[in-house]
């Protein structure tokens, strides 16, 4: 289990820099635990202070009960990878295992474990230097496992793996919490997150913005969706014109099917009986987990990307357009 009470860590210089703003959560044995947030919202340096390599301004943090310096033997409590490039590039795949063995009495066979387990049989013989990023991966996620830890630390494990890794990284993380333990790993590819955890703790500015089970923050984030087909393209256009409205977006998939957002399908359901309108499919649509993570971080943001003109104009009326195949 990890622990965070008050953590906050400031960066020297005039104004001082908080990159994390008196933060507290736990990551619960048994799930598979998501971390998120933009980029500078401070998921990095947590972690780093979750791994004792960087020292909080203020709060504390635990790993199974203590602080991760104050175990006798952390690899055995906490495996963790937060930087797959920090190897030693000269070194073969296992001589960098067996050293790392080394410091905690872990067996050699243990090693051969872990090599065989991600994947690196036919390559852990060769310098590191050469490996490609998936590999380094593997490589690092072999590391966090060498001393069979109770808590796993994954900090964007699936970058630079083939479909087959990520897939392979998915089924780890799902089997580490099987068996009752802490995993606890960050990642950009929302799909895979959504995949993958069932808990998600999000982060932004140095805060937490939000700490629930994947389907709590699905069901709660995302707006109303639904997907309509109608008898024609025709219909399409009548339906879009008597549900047109403020917060209401329509958009023209096809010819005679559209996806409606904000509204309930039982008032698109009544709209369409007053106006006479066959409805073949009415069928509400859950918000995807990107949708619900823009939705959350959208004002937590440090940069943001421009877009064309007119990218958040009320677009109602041209999907009654589209619909009529105009």
């Known amino acids: 289990m990890i622990e965070a009470h008050g953590l906050v860590k400031v960066y020297g210089g005039q104004p001082k820099k908080y990159a994390v703003q008196g933060i507290s959560f736990t990551v619960q044995p048994g799930k598979v635990t998501g971390f998120l947030g933009p980029n500078g919202a401070g998921k990095s340096t947590t972690m780093r202070m979750i791994m004792g390599l960087d020292a909080p301004t203020a709060g504390r943090v635990t790993v199974n009960g203590r602080p991760y310096a104050a175990h006798k033997a952390p690899l055995g409590q906490v495996g963790a990878l937060l930087d797959a490039k920090a190897v030693h590039t000269s070194r073969s795949a296992l001589n960098h295992l067996r050293a790392l063995a080394a410091t905690h009495g872990i067996p050699r066979r243990r090693v051969r ?5 991600t994947g690196l049989g036919a390559v852990a013989n060769k310098r590191v230097g050469g490996f490609s990023l998936g590999m380094g991966q593997r490589l690092g996620i ?12 994954l900090d964007e494990p699936v970058n630079g793996l083939d479909p087959e890794g990520v897939l392979w990284v998915r089924n780890l993380a799902r089997s580490l919490a099987a068996e009752g333990r802490t995993v606890f790993l960050s990642s950009h590819l929302m799909s895979e997150m ?34 309509v087909r109608t008898d024609g393209a025709g219909d399409a256009h009548l339906l879009a014109g008597a549900l047109a409205g403020p917060g209401v977006s329509i958009e023209a998939r096809e010819p005679g099917l559209l996806e409606v957002s904000g509204v ?3 008032v698109i359901a009544r709209a369409a009986l007053e106006h006479r309108v066959l409805v073949c499919e009415l069928t509400p649509l859950q918000a995807s987990l990107e949708e619900a993570y823009l939705d959350l971080t959208r004002d ?24 009529a195949g105009k």
């Not at 937590?300 to 619909?323: F, K, L, Q």
């Open 113 to 117: 474990e872990v090599i065989e387990l």
């Open 142 to 153: 072999a590391a966090a496992l060498l001393g069979d830890p109770q808590t796993v630390i």
């Open 194 to 227: 959504a995949r993958t955890a069932d808990h998600l703790i999000v982060i932004g500015r140095g805060r937490i913005i939000a700490d629930a089970s994947m389907q709590e923050i699905l069901d709660g984030r995302g707006r109303v969706r639904t997907r």
């Open 264 to 266: 309930e399908p039982r």
């Open 300 to 323: 937590e943001v440090e940069y943001h990307s421009g877009g064309p003109a007119g990218t958040h104009e009320d677009r109602s009326d041209i999907a009654a357009d589209a619909a």
